[in-house]
């Protein structure tokens, strides 16, 4: 792998500097501010005892997630989608996959018939803003089942969470394979890849697209591993980020 | 005037603790993340050359605004007016607030043919947000207005802010008339009256609701007075915000 | 106050010329097409035993305003709301508007679990159709309990009108207050404000708004006392309309 | 046919009492406040110079129209479109079948490169509001374009009508042929059939629904000249209020 | 009538090639693929036991018809209605007709508390295609109605079926009535009717338009004549089909 | 890899049957209906001449695709998105990656100002109906440029295709690997992965999801190995279909 330096001065492997806020909102069960770089979404978990009718009475909950951009978020103002009268296929994919990464994490039997949604919010977007909101949203949850089971909402040996769960965006940026893409490299990357990685570092989603050249099999496995190493990286700012008391 | 003290230690004349953090987005032109206490609005202010089509041509700018809350800004988790795929009354109602309020200020002959927009979204709701976001949206209009100079978008000797506008709720809770009510103050008031108010004292609105039982004039004559009190206040704190360096 | 004359020959202490035709419509358990001038509306009132579910079972009713313009009414055609799929920010506002002055003078409980839906349907528009709407929406508010009365759904001796209540809207013409503005009036107005009043004078609602100029206390002063002598004589049309048998 | 009395006292080949209002309204360029019985309909067309951009340069006119039933038109109060945010099927079908109904008494290379826009809306409804609709709107209609003409919109001796155009309803109610169902008898009717007839007596639409068991060729026979007639008294009521100075 | 052949080489008299494909669809409980010429619709029947709310306990069924095109069904291609938020008046108003159509010939008596849901889906478009929709959705009706009583959802005995149904569009090209008209032949027509004819010759609609001058009672007539003799014709081919095995 | 067999008689590395009918539709310029098994879905390609305007003036081409399944291809009813008013999720994400994996194999230079949209729709579904969509839409999107350029629309020299593009669903059933998941399949597999690669064997699209318990780095490697040999299957038979004359 390469070692030139970026726009930002970081080497191809680093991630931008990563700041998470614990417990930025006073409203909700959790919720964290967090940063890469110049891109901060607020994720906010709320709690709510009970499930959606179709889940009702199988002794299981139900965590969701939705996830939208401010419209001055970005360096152009998007019109607001709620004027625009509907959701976006951008905005519905990826807060499906924030959705999909966490419940891969969530033991919903021991989650017991009661709901999470995970609001991530990107108040300023300078790439990488979903896997940023994964990575967010996990502390978000965290502090919401903690919240839970100090209400005794949640029993106190139900261990609803399984492992940890981060993401990261890695890229070929001419022909070489960077991690943690601020917008400028994402908009010339050949291939963009969002990875989403557990705690013990196996997949919950890889999500590879050719912007332009079609990537082979040998430039795929050298982005696997560029997001394997900078996933357990955020895995361990996410373990210290819990340690400390709420 | 009574001066019983309120749940949180104030007297009824004293506002919550007001900061504005100028500059917080740096994609916007313009923008400030203001709080009245628990109360957290961020307001960006987009700068375009140009003004819609309807207003072509007159020499005349634009200021518009949109509010909008985050779905876990209070205390439950509201839908998102984008997923509903209409926007609410309340809503509605309240960004064309901020869009009169702030273009009672405004001269849109020396603003020239430019639009700004106003984006006003709640982080944190807790009584107050409208009245916070037409102060904050004030501040970011004020540098959107800046830059556009800088950058040569407006003549150097143009003035096209007339005076500066804050705006503050005032209720009678009990019967004690009391300034920037917080929520548990505002569900339980009487009446409750938002004052828009310019820099030199005049108004811009006055909204006035009896929630409960209707209002005497020497009622509402104690709530003008207490708001123009309070406004002062607020355009005394916009001053010395925007006094300091960029 | 000025006693120069308008384009319609009123002082500008003078209501327009202001019609009640009670029970205009037979399937509707109250209504009145009231005109102010050239503005009229038709209003209905539909009264349903039962309340929505958010309010079942605490003995309490529910009252309720929707507000609409026929895409006619109006100099130029407008594009109907339910063509463009949404209903506008103004529609919103002025619905909740009349909501809210009608629940200002029901006493709920009197009222018991029943539900009324006021209809504002603005036939034609001259300016003031939502200070109209709200006086002729007393009226068939007025005939609809009576008829429940009547048909035993609320109790003999109960009272869940505990007043009467109006609107007018005055203004600022050049430098002279006039009360109970035609389109041209309000379309030239530097300071325009809508007042509701109970019969009993107090305030409801008040809201003005500077369009020009910001205004001063005096200023707000002179509009709200010319407000208070034109809707009592609104309140006097209304109890001598519904003195006359149905 | 028979000759037993209705409900309304009316026999089987008698239209309820007919009333046309022209010029109700002071905005629109043709109006008619139109009336079948208890079935209320306030029709205007609004005139524009100028046509569609699909249409442009082609020396057409367009005539279209809009169907509306207000909420408590019905003894039920319905919910609005507005509100529901999107138009039902049975309106959009009213609104198409009035629009056609007019263009085909239209000439519309007389017409110009004009627009007219009819709008229908049911004030009270009591069984044929579509065809008191049509017949109401062709009165606006002819109106607007008197209109045209006398502002110079049309040249004064083009003749964009080429006929007048009425309709009615007929059903088969028990075993009975009858014409301008109200509600009542609609509700119970076997056949329903609304037949648009131009002033000269010729078929514009023909529209038969079995409600109940399908009809024969001799029933459809017989309805087919009930409604010739009755559209035949119609065309005349139109004609004499035409007649009138406006 | 004239024997002059038309561009496909068919007398006036002459239906196009129709083909039934019963069964085409393994996921629904009736389906037919059929073809009128080039016109091509998938008729789907979906069974489910029970019927909506407002329905529920009268111990009758209910029947109902979506109606939809490809968008590249047609010439050109037309944006989905999907896309464009809302469904087209035409849209509504063909799955009306479709639905009534189908609940003329059904007892829903003996169709039980069962519904019936048929979707008619257009993959390619050259005339005719809700009268192929409703003959084609009779034939996946009626396989419905047969897996039903085999399943047991329909007492053996019952007859839900009283008659079939079938459609056919006729009209003026020139001056010569024709029958099962191409796109072509619909553009060009003077007027333009279809009829809706059960198995045993009766009438279930009648709905004849003038596009471009009105017709008169002759030629209503003999479009009628027409539309009888093709629609026996079709009859015969459901006949035909249905006795296959399925 | 394991060799058991599947419910269908298939080894793990067996494709379902693969047809590909070209031509299907008269209307598009290109058309294809791919089935995979049960699954059938129906490709159109429509050009026309010119690009959106965003794209204008550049010299480049717009290929875009909608993805659609009719309300019956699945085996319960599913309500149709244009009665929802909105378009789900799923349908905009799988919308997107046929139009991002279509792009990839096109030279939009070569292609010129021309734009081609790909509509599938499912008229059955029996697991990847994406992965068919992909694999049809090439077809017709290869037919559409061939029409183009017989109709002069394109360069007779230019390659608007730089290669061709299949896709193919693998995911692990239990512990085994399998290609081409049939729906029973594909609910009960741990991972899904679906893969978009072109003729010459490189990746466009690599999406892996978790649906259970997260997929190790041997896993992943076993999928992609197992996805490329079903790919090139598919290449060949799209080579073999094009190869025929239209």
Known sequence: MSDETRADGRTPQQLRPVTIERGWSSQA????LISFGGTRVLCTASFTPGVPRWLAGRGTGWVT??????PRSTNERMQRESVRGKIGGRTHEISRLIGRSLRAV??????????????CDVLQADGGTRTA??????VALADAIEWARSEGHIARKAQP??????????GIVGTTPM??????EDSSAETDMNVVVTGSGDFVEVQGTAEGVPFNRAELDGLLDL??????????????VLAEGR
């Not at 069960?29 to 964290?32: K, L, M, Q, T």
């Not at 033991?107 to 018939?113: F, I, S």
């Open 29 to 32: 069960e959790g919720s964290a």
């Open 65 to 70: 997630a939705e996830y939208s951009m401010l």
């Open 106 to 119: 969530i033991d919903t039997k021991a989650l017991g018939e009661n709901t999470i949604v995970i609001d």
């Open 133 to 138: 909101s994964i990575t967010g949203a996990y």
């Open 161 to 170: 969470l399984r492992d940890s769960v981060a993401a990261v965006s890695v």
């Open 179 to 184: 991690t943690d893409l601020a917008y400028v």
């Open 227 to 240: 997001a394997l190493t900078s996933a357990s990286e955020l895995a361990e700012i996410q373990r210290s």
